[in-house]
């Protein structure tokens, strides 16, 4: 499998996975466009890469907001002319109550930080990697999303939401040569510790996604968890 050159789209690109994976990518020969709201951590994380200019662009962006991902795609667009690969990485957590005892404000927090994401990244991306004839979408989510337990309602709902987009995209991308997929793990285990998936066993699977051999495998929730 060969990435380079192909325009790779990193969301959530400062925190311990979305930085594991953009030095992968980078190592590949990809293009890399580091999307995150700590401008500060993306000009260390640029720094660490040593890419050439003419290689990386950075955006500081609050992918919860429409205009600033559509300007985000539109930046993308005048740099790189086109995108190839997808990765949405954006976390966050919400939960350990009862839906008796949660407040609207943390099923508000989940939906915007999973759903309303993906929303805008879908609207905004979704015809540059058409217009291109290839292209990769992966999102990383939890078996809670169709799998809930207790006490984890808000965050189960966020993101069997963000869910439901992927697969819809998937849907509508089917015949275009765009695959959308899910990587389901329980937690990400940073630096191998503890029982969840590692980092790189999470950038493995996203690896295999964007091969050529997984150009028929789309819609699939990538179950890494055991």
Known sequence: MSLKDKVVVITGAT?????????????QGALLVLVGTDQAGLAVLEK???LPVDRSLTITADLRDAR???????????????VDVLLHLVGGWTGGKSLVDSEAEDLEFMLNQHAWTTFHLARAFTSLLVSNNWGRVIVVSSPLANQPSANMGPYSAGKAAQEALLQTLAAETRDSGVTA????????????????????????AMMYLCSEEASQVTGARIPLYG
Do not use: C, D, Y
Request: charge should be positive; proline fraction near 2%.
């Open 181 to 204: 997929n899910i990587i389901q793990v329980r937690m990400i285990a940073a630096e191998g510790k503890g029982k969840g998936s590692s980092p790189q066993q999470i950038v493995a």
């Open 68 to 82: 600033a991902v559509q300007a985000a795609a539109n930046e993308v667009q005048e740099r790189f002319k086109h």
């Open 48 to 50: 660490q890469l040593e």
């Open 15 to 27: 925190g311990v996975l979305g930085s594991l994976t953009a030095k992968t990518f980078a190592a």
